[in-house]
C-alpha cells in the first residue's frame, strides 16, 4: 500500500516518515499486530528501544509482512545502563541482531544519563562507518546538547522529546530548529493522567473538523514540523493516526493559537533533569514512566 506520510529532511539529507509508530509498553504478541497494522496501512517508520524489550518482535514483524528493507526507517536506542565507548558499539550489535538487520536508519542516546558523551563518540563512528544513516538523541535539554556539542564532532540530526499541547517545549522547540536538529516527539497525545484528548477546546476543534480529538493533537504537531511516533495496539486507531493529510484537514492560525494557550508543562515522564532519575534508571523497568 502506497502511504501519503510526508517525509522530513535531516541536517545530513536522511529523510525521515514525519509519522511513525511507537512501539513503548508492548508485549511481543501485540508488537507483531501492530507492527504488521501499520506497514498495512501505510507506516514505513517504527520507533522502539532495547530497553523496551522488543526488538526481537519489532524484527520479526517487519520480516513477516514481506516489505523490502529500503522502505522502512527503523529507530532504536541505547539505554542508560550503557556507558563507555566498547559497552555502546556492543549494546549496538545486540539491538541489530535482534531486530534482524544490517543497519539502522537512526540510533538514539536514550537519557542524557551521565557520561553520555562516550555513548556518542561510539555512535559517530558507528554512523561514519555506515552502520547508522542518522545519529540523535532522546530526552534532551538544549544544555545538555550544548555539554555534548564540546567533544562532539558530529551535530545530533533528531531530538526525540515528550511533547505534546500540555507540554509544548517551546523553548526548545526553537533552540532545535536553530540549530536544524529534527524535533520529534513521543507521547504526542500527552496520554497518562493528562488526558489531552479531553481537552473541550481540542473536542470543539475537533467537532469543528469532523476529526478525532486524537488527530487534532497528531495535526498541531504536524503543522509545528514535527515527527511523531503515536502508540496504539489498536488497527483502527493507528490508521486513524496518519489521517492527517487531506487538503480539507488544516487548522487555521486562530485554532493553532488555542491549542497554544493549553500549554501547563504537565509531564508523563520524567524530568530530563531530574537526576536521582538518571542515575539511578539501570534499575528502573518499562513498567515506570521511563520512556
Same mark, same amino acid.
Given at each position: 500500500?502506497?502511504t501519503?506520510i510526508?517525509?522530513?529532511?535531516?541536517a545530513?539529507?536522511?529523510?525521515?516518515p514525519?509519522?511513525?509508530?511507537?512501539?513503548? &509498553?508492548m508485549?511481543?504478541?501485540?508488537?507483531?499486530?501492530?507492527?504488521?497494522?501499520a506497514?498495512?496501512?501505510?507506516?514505513?517508520?517504527?520507533?522502539?528501544?532495547?530497553f523496551?524489550?522488543n526488538?526481537?518482535?519489532?524484527?520479526?514483524?517487519?520480516?513477516?509482512?514481506?516489505?523490502?528493507?529500503?522502505?522502512?526507517?527503523?529507530?532504536?536506542?541505547?539505554?542508560? @545502563?550503557?556507558r563507555?565507548?566498547?559497552?555502546?558499539?556492543?549494546?549496538? @550489535?545486540?539491538?541489530?541482531?535482534?531486530?534482524?538487520?544490517?543497519?539502522l536508519?537512526? %540510533?538514539?542516546?536514550?537519557?542524557?544519563?551521565p557520561?553520555?558523551?562516550? @555513548?556518542?563518540?561510539a555512535?559517530?563512528?558507528?554512523?561514519?562507518?555506515?552502520?547508522?544513516?542518522?545519529?540523535?538523541?532522546?530526552?534532551?535539554?538544549?544544555h545538555?546538547?550544548?555539554?555534548?556539542?564540546?567533544?562532539?564532532?558530529?551535530?545530533?540530526?533528531v531530538?526525540?522529546?515528550?511533547?505534546?499541547?500540555?507540554?509544548?517545549?517551546?523553548?526548545?522547540?526553537? %533552540?532545535?530548529?536553530?540549530? @536544524?536538529?529534527?524535533?520529534?516527539?513521543?507521547?504526542?497525545?500527552?496520554?497518562?493522567?493528562?488526558?489531552?484528548?479531553?481537552?473541550?477546546?481540542?473536542?470543539?476543534i475537533?467537532?469543528?473538523?469532523q476529526?478525532?480529538?486524537?488527530?487534532?493533537?497528531?495535526?498541531?504537531?504536524?503543522?509545528?514540523?514535527?515527527?511523531?511516533?503515536?502508540k496504539?495496539?489498536h488497527?483502527s &486507531?493507528?490508521?486513524?493516526?496518519?489521517?492527517?493529510?487531506?487538503?480539507?484537514?488544516?487548522?487555521?492560525?486562530e485554532?493553532?493559537?488555542?491549542?497554544?494557550?493549553?500549554d501547563?508543562?504537565?509531564?508523563?515522564g520524567?524530568?530530563?533533569?531530574?537526576?536521582?532519575?538518571?542515575?539511578?534508571s539501570?534499575?528502573y523497568?518499562?513498567?515506570?514512566?521511563?520512556?
Open positions: 500500500m502506497a501519503n510526508p517525509y522530513i529532511e535531516l545530513n539529507g536522511v529523510m525521515i514525519q509519522v511513525g509508530l511507537g512501539v513503548f &509498553r508485549n511481543d504478541d501485540e508488537v507483531l499486530n501492530s507492527v504488521k497494522w506497514i498495512e496501512s501505510g507506516y514505513r517508520h517504527i520507533d522502539t528501544a532495547s523496551y524489550d526488538e526481537e518482535a519489532v524484527g520479526k514483524a517487519i520480516k513477516e509482512t514481506g516489505i523490502d528493507r529500503k522502505y522502512l526507517f527503523i529507530t532504536t536506542k541505547v539505554w542508560n @545502563n550503557v563507555g565507548y566498547d559497552e555502546t558499539v556492543a549494546q549496538f @550489535n545486540s539491538s541489530l541482531q535482534k531486530l534482524g538487520l544490517d543497519y536508519d537512526l %540510533y538514539l542516546i536514550h537519557w542524557p544519563a557520561g553520555f558523551e562516550e @555513548n556518542w563518540r555512535m559517530e563512528d558507528l554512523y561514519k562507518a555506515g552502520k547508522i544513516r542518522a545519529i540523535g538523541v532522546s530526552n534532551f535539554k538544549a545538555h546538547i550544548e555539554q555534548l556539542m564540546k567533544t562532539a564532532t558530529i551535530t545530533p540530526m531530538d526525540q522529546i515528550e511533547t505534546h499541547p500540555y507540554l509544548q517545549e517551546n523553548d526548545l522547540h526553537e %533552540y532545535l530548529q536553530e540549530k @536544524n536538529i529534527a524535533h520529534e516527539s513521543w507521547s504526542p497525545l500527552g496520554g497518562g493522567i493528562n488526558k489531552v484528548v479531553d481537552d473541550p477546546v481540542i473536542k470543539q475537533a467537532s469543528d473538523h476529526k478525532t480529538p486524537a488527530q487534532v493533537i497528531l495535526r498541531w504537531h504536524i503543522q509545528r514540523g514535527e515527527i511523531i511516533i503515536p496504539s495496539t488497527e &486507531r493507528i490508521k486513524e493516526n496518519i489521517d492527517l493529510f487531506d487538503f480539507h484537514f488544516d487548522l487555521s492560525p485554532e493553532m493559537s488555542q491549542i497554544s494557550k493549553l501547563s508543562d504537565k509531564r508523563v520524567a524530568d530530563p533533569d531530574d537526576q536521582d532519575f538518571l542515575e539511578h539501570t534499575t523497568t518499562n513498567q515506570n514512566n521511563a520512556k
